[in-house]
T-cell receptor, first 113, second 114 residues
Framework: DGGITQSPKYLFRKEGQNVTLSCEQNLNHDAMYWYRQDPGQGLRLIYYSQIVNDFQKGDIAEGYSVSREKKESFPLTVTSAQKNPTAFYLC????????????FGQGTRLTVV | AQSVTQLGSHVSVSEGALVLLRCNYSSSVPPYLFWYVQYPNQGLQLLLKYTSAATLVKGINGFEAEFKKSETSFHLTKPSAHMSDAAEYFCAVSNRQGAQKLVFGQGTRLTINP
């Protein structure tokens, strides 16, 4: 079945460490997105990628980095520069130029300990 | 710039009662509008979307929403609430250039009372 897979589901990080969240899709979508979810704030866009080897900053990119070396994969690195990384992270994908919706993964809950 | 305002962070209704979740948007271009549902520790699932084909949009699980341009609203309704409808609901807007960068509202948590 086609879909988006995020791993791990739960992740714990010590302060000062970088950590990478995985996102893979087999929907043949062009575009992929990372959102951060905090209670009462909805979802905010961190980064998005329209095509392979290209990505753009979203509204809250500081302290995060991404890569898009393959169409299927869009990993997110939470760096030590991110001051408040504890959150629920959601990856999504969609076609870029069609009237369709974005599909979401099941999320990764990151906790800094 | 686009924005979404969901009125009411928490809504509580009795089982069998009408569900009404409010969403107002701001957009400088004709918008695409979406409602997503999220169950605890899960991703988002699309309930319905408006892309200009019809102003009354029917979605899954008996939900529907009406696009009202004059009121810049896209409220979500369901005639009769079921216990399984308890979840968080997000309204989102995107522009019409094919980009799917969604701008979300802050969410409304729906509680169903037996």
């Amino acid at each position: 079945d086609g879909g988006i897979t995020q791993s791990p589901k739960y992740l714990f990080r010590k302060e000062g460490q970088n950590v990478t969240l995985s996102c893979e899709q087999n929907l043949n979508h062009d575009a992929m997105y990372w959102y951060r979810q905090d209670p009462g704030q909805g979802l905010r866009l961190i980064y998005y990628s329209q095509i392979v080897n290209d990505f753009q900053k979203g509204d809250i990119a500081e302290g995060y980095s991404v890569s898009r070396e393959k169409k299927e994969s869009f990993p997110l690195t939470v760096t030590s520069a991110q001051k408040n990384p504890t959150a629920f992270y959601l990856c999504a994908s969609s076609y870029w130029d069609r009237d369709t919706e974005a599909f979401f993964g099941q999320g990764t809950r990151l906790t800094v300990v | 710039a686009q924005s979404v305002t969901q009125l009411g962070s928490h809504v509580s209704v009795s089982e069998g009662a009408l569900v009404l979740l409010r969403c107002n948007y701001s957009s400088s271009v004709p918008p695409y509008l979406f409602w997503y549902v999220q169950y605890p520790n899960q991703g988002l699932q699309l309930l319905l979307k408006y892309t200009s084909a019809a102003t009354l949009v029917k979605g899954i699980n008996g939900f529907e929403a009406e696009f009202k341009k004059s009121e810049t609203s896209f409220h979500l309704t369901k005639p009769s609430a079921h216990m399984s409808d308890a979840a968080e609901y997000f309204c989102a807007v995107s522009n019409r250039q094919g980009a799917q960068k969604l701008v979300f509202g802050q969410g409304t948590r729906l509680t169903i009372n037996p």
